[in-house]
């Protein structure tokens, strides 16, 4: 019956029809055992504003106030069962379009309990090995905004439209993913170093032995034993966000404290402000002209 379907949600992070990242998208849909039915969603495509930072998200509970198409893509995610995620690299980065989406977190806290856990699997796709950048880290950081479970993410490498599926290692990829789509843990296939807190597996080096995870910005140390093996211990800080659904919550209502915050000091913000409010030169777009 209809009903039993899964419902799985496609994001395709390229403008390129019938391109990689697709097929990707329904290379792993094909290998899925479940009974599913697939969407896609080409998010470049749609139109999506700048976050302004007014919290009126927050304030109202409502979502964000800008009139884009942020609400449909909203829906279409907290509808879905789970999500893939397929998308290319850009100049060593995951195209423009998650970052894009992705800054207007903040109001995602009003859909957070029809966020929370959807299980996630994502693709990058690479021209050239080891030139992938932050692509990896840039689709974990897709799925912790988006309150979901990151269930396996990876990297597949073809520049050419269709060039993913000519080698095996493609369609191996495009198995392991969906086999741990659904499955009852995460499934890793990285030998490296994770972070303990949030399972990143990006850091940037400190003073000494420190290190901070970039995924969840927690801070911990790395040590090697008497094997030489490396160690990693991570201290959660006194701020987690998004390590339980409790946490992801709690942090919404220190966003809606920022609103009591500013109350409390607006006078004084306000004399910092109007300290800078003076005639430095801006250069401004061009105005936009009537075709009429």
């Avoid at 789970?82 to 977190?105: E, M, N, Q, W």
Wanted: hydrophobic share 40%.
């Amino acid at each position: 019956m209809e009903s039993t379907l899964k419902k799985i949600l496609g994001i395709v992070g390229s403008l390129r029809e019938s391109g990689n990242s697709e097929i990707m998208v329904k290379q792993i849909s094909r290998e899925i055992a479940e009974p599913h039915a697939l969407k896609l969603l080409r998010l470049p495509e749609f139109n999506l504003n700048y976050c302004n930072g007014c919290y009126r998200c927050l304030m109202t509970r409502r979502g964000c106030v800008i009139q884009d198409d942020l609400a449909t893509i909203l829906n279409a995610i907290a509808g879905a069962d789970a999500l893939i995620l397929a998308v290319p690299t850009y100049f060593l980065s995951a195209h423009s379009c998650l970052k894009k989406f992705i800054d207007r977190g903040i109001s995602f806290y009003a859909h957070a309990e029809g966020l929370w856990g959807k299980p996630a699997v994502g693709v990058g796709i690479a021209g050239i090995e080891g030139k992938e950048g932050s692509t990896l880290l840039d689709m974990e950081r897709f799925f912790t905004s988006l309150l979901a479970k990151n269930m396996r993410c990876e990297i597949v490498y073809g520049a050419l439209p269709g060039e993913v599926l000519l080698k095996e290692e493609g369609k191996a990829i495009a198995r392991e993913m969906a086999r741990a789509l659904f499955s009852a843990t995460k499934s890793d296939g990285h030998q490296g170093l994770c972070c303990t807190c949030c399972g990143g597996e990006t850091f940037r080096f400190e003073n000494g032995n420190r290190v901070r995870c970039m995924l969840c910005s927690e801070a911990g140390r790395i040590e090697a034993n008497a094997d030489g093996q490396m160690t990693l211990t991570m201290e959660a800080g006194e701020h987690p966000i998004f390590a339980s659904e409790a946490e992801a919550l709690n942090h919404r209502e220190w966003l809606l404290g920022m609103v009591g915050r500013f109350k409390l000091q607006k006078d004084d913000l306000a004399n910092v402000r109007s300290e800078f409010a003076d005639g430095t030169p801006w250069i401004r777009p061009a105005a936009t002209m009537d075709p009429g």
